[in-house]
């Protein structure tokens, strides 16, 4: 049985797992994101590429996440997909319309770094920019 099967219209849930062990956990909680990550993919006029989804703890420290990321609960880093000819200049455009339009979806934790948007599903609501 493959394993590389959609968990949204355009998200796989080999997306999402760690790089180094293929490890995965489903909760509702992963659900819960994932549901907003496609929600996100679909207002945006651009294809959003997964960066780093779960991370086994051996991952994250290898990766230089905090000690208690959200990553290995669940958490994305996502950015826009490249697209042949567009400029750093037009990049940071769809970045910035990506992160305000993932604020409206109001994930629990949301950061925005210079190339990628972190989002997670936090009780608590937290913003910053790294």
């Known amino acids: 049985m493959s394993i590389n099967k959609q968990v949204t219209d355009h998200f796989l849930y080999t997306d999402c797992m760690c790089p180094c062990c293929d490890r995965l956990v489903i909760t509702p909680l992963f659900f819960s994101h994932m549901e907003k990550l496609e929600e996100l993919r679909q207002i945006c006029d651009f294809p959003i590429m997964i960066n780093s989804g779960h991370r086994c703890p051996a991952h ?6 905090v000690l208690r990321s959200w990553h290995m609960k669940f958490a994305t880093d996502t950015r826009p997909a490249w697209v042949p000819g567009m400029d750093d200049e037009e990049y940071l455009k769809r970045l910035e319309k990506m992160y305000n339009t993932a604020n409206k979806l109001e994930f629990g934790g ?7 948007i972190h989002s997670d599903m936090r009780p608590v609501r937290a913003r910053w920019t790294g």
């Open 110 to 116: 949301l950061g925005k770094y210079t190339t990628f």
């Open 60 to 65: 994250n420290a290898i990766v230089g996440g």
